[in-house]
C-alpha cells in the first residue's frame, strides 16, 4: 500500500493541479474566446497547462535542492538520487519554460504559426526584445544550466550554489506578473516573487521526500522534522506575500466577490488547509515516525515503523492534492483579470515630472505626521526582519532554558536594529526617497552605520552557535552552514580588521558619488543592493571595531581606534560636501516638478547635517567601544 501511494502522490499532484486549473479558467474566463486577435483555442488552453507544468516542475528542482542543502547528508545515497530528482526536475523546467514562453509569444503578438523564416525572425525579436520574451529566455537559459549543474556538481556548497541559481530562475517571470509602471508595481512584484519562491520550496520539498522514500528508510522522520521547518517559513512567507499581493490586485472589499476574488478565496482555502495539514505532520505524524525509528536498528525494519507509515502517505497524498490544487488555480489567476486595472500611469492622461521619472504618484507634502502615517512596504525587508527578530527571540529562549545566560540587553538591541531597518526600508524614508534627497541620504545613513552599531553588539552569531544543536549525521544544518561561513578564506580576509573600516568608508562615498546614486534611486534592485550592501559593509566595519562573534583575525586596539576614527571622518567629510550648492543627481532631484517642503538644494543641505551628525555620534559611539577593547 504505501508503494501505491508514493506512485499515487505526484500523480494525485499533477492530477489536481489540472483539474482546478480548468475549473477556475471557466469561472475566471480566462480562457474565454476573445472578441478581436483570439490565438485560438490550443494556446488558449495550452499557455495555462504549460505554465502549471512548468510551475511544478520548477518547484521539484528548487525544493529538492533546497532539501539536499538543509536536510540530506552527502555521504548516504539519499544524496545522489536527490541530485537526479532535482535534474530531472530541472530538465522539465527547462522544457516547460521553452513551451510556455513558445505559447506567450503567440498569446501576445497574434502572428499566425507558419514554417517561414517571417515567424522566427518575429519570435526571436519577441525573445530578445521584449521584456517579457527576455524574461522567458533568461528563466529558461538558467532552468537549463541548473539540469547539467545537478549532474556535475556533487559538493554541498556547490549544491547551495546551484540551489541559489534555481531560485534566481524563478524571479524575470515573477517580476513580469504585475504592468511596469502602474501603482505598486514594485511591491506587487516583490509580493509575487517571495510567493512563488516560498511556494517551489513548500511543494518541491514535499515532492522530494516522496520520491526519496525509498533510500531514507528509517531515516524519514529526521528528514521530514527538518522540511517541516522549512515548510513552516514557506507557510509564512507565502501567506504575508499573498495577502499583501491579492490586496494591491483586488483592491477593496467590495470586489472580493468578483470572479478574481472568488478565486483568491479558493486559494486561502486551501492554504488553511495547508497550515492544518502542517499542524498535523509537527504533532502527529512526525512524533508518531520518530517513537517508531528509535525502536529499528540498521538494515532491520520496527514493526512500529511500519504502523507509522501508512499515516504518513495519507497525510502526505492528502497535502500534494490541496497543493495541486493551490498551484492549478494560481496558474490560471495570472490569466484571470484583476478587479484593479494594471493600465500603467503613463496610460492615464497628461503626467507630471514625477510620474514621468518614477512611474508613480508623487507623495502627499511631508508633515510630521508623515513620520507615523507614510509607509510604502518593501516585504523582503519586512519579512527578513520579522524572522530575524522572531528566531532571535527564539534562540535566546531555547539558551535560558537549558540554564545558560545571555543578556537581554543583547536581545533589545537586536530588536532595535531590525525596528530601524524595517521603518527605513518600508516607512516614510523609503516612500519619500525618491522625492526628497534628505530621505535617501537617511536611508544611507542608518543602513551604512546605525543598523550595524546596534545589530554587532547582539552577538548574533555566537547566539546561533549557542543555541543551535550540532548535527551528527554528516547533514548540513544552520550551525554547520554558519561554521563553514566564519572558517572560509573569504570571511578571513572580510573580517580583517582593516578591510571592514575600509570598505564601509568607500561603500558610503559611492553611493553617493557615483552612478549608483541614480541606480538606487531610481530603481527597487538598486535601492534593495543599496541597503543590503551598505549594512554588511557596516557589520563588517562595527565587527571590526567592537564585534563579539568569532572571527578568524581580530583586530587589536589600535586598528579598531584607527578604523572607527576612519569611519567617523569619512561621515562627516560627506555631510560637509553636502552643505555646498551643489546638487547630487540634479537631473532627478531638481526635476521632480515637487511643489511643497524645502527646494532640493536646502532639503540636500539638511540631509547632510544628518549625516554630520550621525557620522560624529555613531563614530564617536564606535572609538569609544574600541578604546575598551582590551589589548591583544
Not at 542543502?69 to 527547462?94: H, Q
Not at 486551501?270 to 505524524?285: E, P
Amino acid at each position: 500500500m504505501p508503494r501505491l501511494l508514493r506512485l499515487a502522490g505526484p500523480a494525485l499532484l499533477v492530477a489536481a493541479g489540472l483539474a482546478a486549473l480548468l475549473v477556475a479558467l471557466a469561472y475566471g474566463g480566462a480562457a474565454a474566446r476573445l472578441p478581436l486577435d483570439d490565438p485560438g483555442a490550443v494556446v488558449r488552453f495550452g499557455l495555462p497547462v504549460a505554465t502549471l507544468v512548468t510551475d511544478l516542475s520548477a518547484s521539484l528542482a528548487i525544493g529538492t535542492l533546497a532539501l539536499t542543502c538543509f536536510a540530506l547528508t552527502p555521504d548516504r545515497p539519499e544524496w545522489t538520487r536527490a541530485l537526479d530528482i532535482a535534474s530531472a526536475g530541472a530538465l522539465a523546467w527547462t522544457i516547460g519554460s521553452c513551451v510556455t514562453g513558445f505559447f506567450t509569444f503567440l498569446s501576445v503578438s497574434n502572428v499566425a504559426l507558419t514554417p517561414d523564416a517571417k515567424f522566427g525572425q518575429s519570435l526571436a525579436f519577441f525573445l530578445t526584445n521584449t521584456s517579457l520574451g527576455v524574461a522567458w529566455l533568461v528563466s529558461t537559459l538558467i532552468a537549463a544550466v541548473v539540469t547539467v549543474l545537478c549532474f556535475a556538481i556533487r559538493s554541498p556548497t556547490g549544491v547551495l550554489v546551484v540551489a541559489l541559481l534555481a531560485g534566481a530562475g524563478l524571479v524575470p517571470i515573477a517580476s513580469q506578473g504585475h504592468a511596469a509602471g502602474t501603482t505598486d508595481h514594485v511591491a506587487a512584484v516583490t509580493a509575487l516573487g517571495l510567493h512563488v519562491e516560498g511556494a517551489a520550496v513548500w511543494l518541491g520539498g514535499l515532492l522530494a521526500i516522496v520520491l526519496l522514500r525509498p533510500v531514507l528508510d528509517r531515516r524519514v522522520a529526521t528528514v521530514l522534522s527538518r522540511y517541516s521547518t522549512l515548510a513552516l517559513l514557506c507557510f509564512a512567507i507565502v501567506t504575508v506575500s499573498g495577502v499583501v499581493s491579492a490586496g494591491i490586485r483586488i483592491g477593496s472589499w467590495a470586489d472580493v466577490g468578483s470572479r478574481y476574488g472568488v478565486l483568491v478565496l479558493a486559494k486561502a482555502v486551501a492554504l488553511v488547509l495547508l497550515g492544518l495539514f502542517g499542524v498535523v505532520h509537527r504533532r502527529v505524524v512526525i512524533t508518531k515516525l520518530q517513537g517508531a525509528g528509535s525502536g529499528s536498528i540498521r538494515g532491520v525494519r520496527s514493526p512500529r515503523l511500519r504502523e507509522g507509515t501508512p499515516a504518513f502517505w495519507r497525510f502526505v497524498v492528502a497535502e500534494l492534492a490541496v497543493l495541486g490544487v493551490a498551484s492549478g488555480v494560481a496558474a490560471a489567476l495570472a490569466r484571470t483579470s484583476t478587479p484593479v486595472s494594471q493600465k500603467a500611469i503613463a496610460e492615464t492622461g497628461t503626467l507630471s515630472p514625477f510620474e514621468v521619472l518614477t512611474g508613480r504618484v508623487l507623495p502627499a507634502p511631508f508633515t510630521v505626521e508623515s513620520w507615523f502615517t507614510g509607509w510604502s512596504l518593501d516585504l523582503v525587508w519586512l519579512l527578513g526582519c520579522a524572522v530575524l527578530a522572531v528566531v532571535y527571540v527564539v534562540a535566546v529562549r531555547r539558551v535560558r532554558r537549558r540554564g545558560e545566560t545571555w543578556p537581554w540587553s543583547r536581545a533589545v538591541l537586536w530588536i532595535l536594529g531590525l525596528v530601524v531597518l524595517a521603518y527605513m526600508t518600508s516607512g516614510a524614508p523609503h516612500l519619500y526617497d525618491q522625492a526628497l534627497i534628505s530621505a535617501h541620504l537617511g536611508t544611507v545613513v542608518c543602513a551604512g552605520l546605525v543598523v550595524p552599531a546596534l545589530l554587532v553588539p547582539a552577538a548574533p552569531w555566537t547566539l546561533a552557535l549557542v543555541a543551535i544543536d550540532k548535527r551528527t549525521d554528516g547533514s548540513r544544518g544552520p550551525r554547520e552552514w554558519l561554521l563553514g561561513v566564519v572558517r572560509s578564506r573569504v570571511a578571513a580576509w572580510l573580517t580583517h580588521p582593516f578591510t571592514g573600516p575600509l570598505l564601509a568608508s568607500v561603500s558610503l562615498w559611492a553611493w553617493l558619488h557615483t552612478p549608483l546614486l541614480r541606480w538606487s534611486v531610481a530603481t527597487g534592485w538598486g535601492h534593495f543592493a543599496m541597503v543590503l550592501e551598505l549594512v554588511l559593509a557596516g557589520w563588517l566595519c562595527a565587527q571590526a571595531v567592537c564585534g563579539i562573534d568569532p572571527v578568524p583575525v581580530r583586530a587589536g586596539r589600535g586598528l579598531a581606534v584607527g578604523g572607527a576614527a576612519l569611519v567617523a571622518v569619512v561621515v562627516v567629510g560627506l555631510g560637509v560636501r553636502l552643505l555646498g550648492d551643489g546638487l547630487l543627481l540634479s537631473n532627478w532631484y531638481g526635476a521632480t516638478g515637487r511643489q511643497w517642503g524645502l527646494a532640493p538644494v536646502d532639503d540636500q543641505q539638511a540631509g547632510g547635517v544628518v549625516l554630520m551628525v550621525a557620522g560624529l555620534v555613531v563614530g564617536s559611539r564606535l572609538v569609544a567601544a574600541a578604546v575598551r577593547r582590551p589589548a591583544e
